[in-house]
């Protein structure tokens, strides 16, 4: 049997329009751009042989063919709407799209998801491309791990992970040699050496530096790097001094492929955060990856005294 109705998308687009009066409100509520939906309406008149809307200089109307049709689909569109609403629902209780800052997850975070797998394992976590802006418009994750401070995301549930502790590292032979020729005695000395930076955090040095007891320090920064895996390889070829998070660098201090000129309790605000809209707290997934994610942020060395730093000042 040849079918008379015309595709979904169609349908949706066209009932958009008659509810919004507005080719372009129309695109902004199904996340599709004006072309789109233009094309669509066309298509069906097309399929009709009638005009089913009318445009003015203010608004757009529908013609009476235009007003049968929408009576005719708008309840089923509704019930078919609503009827998949409620099949995704059940399926997403076991499923989290999750993105992250790249190093962060590929360093600290995915070492320790066996155990998140363990624990839950009727959850399926999917990550999806970072951004590093993300606000969670159009299609987007249900939860993001981010860089920033706590204050960055006032529209968002956002909950402090790991991250602020941050320290001095170097190529292990720089700081030999300036501990040989009886130099690196105070943090202010470094400020004689190559200065390497993350490019979203040039501020690192200096809030480091006057945590550190430099309080007129004005560092001069050397070169500066997107990404801290690339920062971290750039202090392993010893082009310089670096301030990176802890968290990121346990490995390396620990083998000896970086050294730290000082081991001072020195922490940021800036950190690693996980946010969610605030309607997604409770979305199931969420809730159990949250959860374990602040339970297996505090066995990290020194989260406890952050979290209690946090909960003073923010």
């Keep these: 049997m040849r079918l008379q109705s015309p595709s979904m998308s169609e349908l949706h687009a066209f009932a958009a329009v008659a509810r919004l009066g507005s080719f372009t409100r129309a695109a902004e509520a199904l996340c599709v751009t004006q072309g789109a939906i233009s094309r669509a309406i066309a298509r069906l008149e097309e ?9 003015n200089a203010h608004r757009l109307l529908l013609t009476g063919a235009g007003q049968q049709l929408l009576d005719a689909v708008a309840g089923p569109l509704a019930a078919i709407e609503s009827a998949s609403a409620a099949l995704l629902a059940g399926d997403r209780r ?4 999750l993105s992250a800052v790249p190093t962060l997850a590929s360093v600290w975070l995915v070492p320790k998801l066996p155990d998140f797998h363990r624990r839950h394992p009727d959850i399926r976590l999917d990550f999806v491309p970072y951004r590093r802006d993300e606000d969670f418009s159009g299609p987007a994750p249900d939860a993001a791990l981010l860089a920033g401070e706590a204050g960055k995301w006032p529209a968002l549930q956002v ?8 320290v ?10 300036r501990r040989e020729a009886g130099k690196w005695n105070d943090p202010a000395e470094l400020l004689d050496e190559p200065l390497l930076y993350h490019t979203t955090a040039p501020a690192n040095w200096q809030h480091w530096l006057q945590a550190a007891g430099v309080p007129s320090a004005a560092p001069k920064l050397s070169t500066g790097f997107d990404q801290v895996s690339i920062l971290v390889q750039a202090v392993r070829a010893d082009m310089g001094v670096a301030v990176l998070q ?9 083998s000896g492929r970086v050294a730290m000129p000082f081991d001072l ?3 940021l605000q800036r950190g690693y955060f996980l946010c969610a809209p605030k309607e997604r707290r409770d979305h199931p997934a969420l809730h159990h990856f949250r959860a374990w ?21 923010e």
């Design 246 to 254: 802890r968290c990121l660098l346990r490995d390396e201090i620990a």
């Design 94 to 97: 076991h499923h989290l799209t």
């Design 265 to 267: 309790p020195i922490r």
């Design 159 to 166: 909950d402090y992970i790991v991250g602020r502790e941050m």
């Design 168 to 177: 001095p590292v170097c190529h292990p032979d720089r700081a030999r040699l």
């Design 293 to 313: 994610l602040l339970e297996t942020a505090t066995q990290d060395p020194g989260i406890a005294e952050v979290r209690h730093e946090s909960a003073q000042h």
């Design 47 to 55: 399929h009709f042989g009638q005009p089913l809307v009318q445009r």
